[in-house]
Nanobody, 126 residues
Framework: QVQLVESGGGLVQSGGSLRLSCAAS????????MGWFRQAPGKEREFVAA????????SYADSVKGRFAISRDNAKNTVYLQMNKLKPEDTAVYYC???????????????????WGQGTQVTVSS
């Protein structure tokens, strides 16, 4: 059974940091693009960041550029999202996802992703 399991969410004050992890099991995603998305209450899911299989190519939403960093450890089948300088507007459920159709081209549309985790809650207090 293929699973993506996010962890690392929680409650943090504005300006603080969190590091999210996404551990994959059931198959390797070391040759696939991985992404992070988020969904705040009452809002649509939005793209946060994505990374190519080698880590050489990354993409970020404008709202998180310079504050968030995506990385991966293919040996551990795990993707990370380091979130710094958090703002209340970053509050959302964060999901990781795998795009099976490409290994080098990072894409921001959630429709391109095939596997999704169940999400981890991030709450930033002001």
């Amino acid at each position: 059974q293929v699973q993506l399991v996010e962890s690392g969410g929680g409650l943090v004050q504005s300006g603080g940091s969190l590091r999210l992890s996404c551990a994959a099991s059931g198959r390797t995603f070391s040759r696939n693009v991985m992404g992070w998305f988020r969904q705040a209450p009452g809002k649509e899911r939005e793209f946060v960041a994505a990374i190519s299989w080698s880590g050489s190519s990354t993409s970020y939403a404008d709202s998180v550029k310079g504050r968030f960093a995506i990385s991966r450890d293919n040996a551990k089948n795990t993707v990370y999202l380091q979130m710094n300088k958090l703002k209340p507007e970053d509050t959302a459920v964060y999901y990781c996802a795998a795009d099976l159709k490409t290994f080098g081209v990072v894409r921001s549309s959630g429709n391109n992703y095939d596997y999704w985790g169940q999400g981890t809650q991030v709450t930033v207090s002001s």
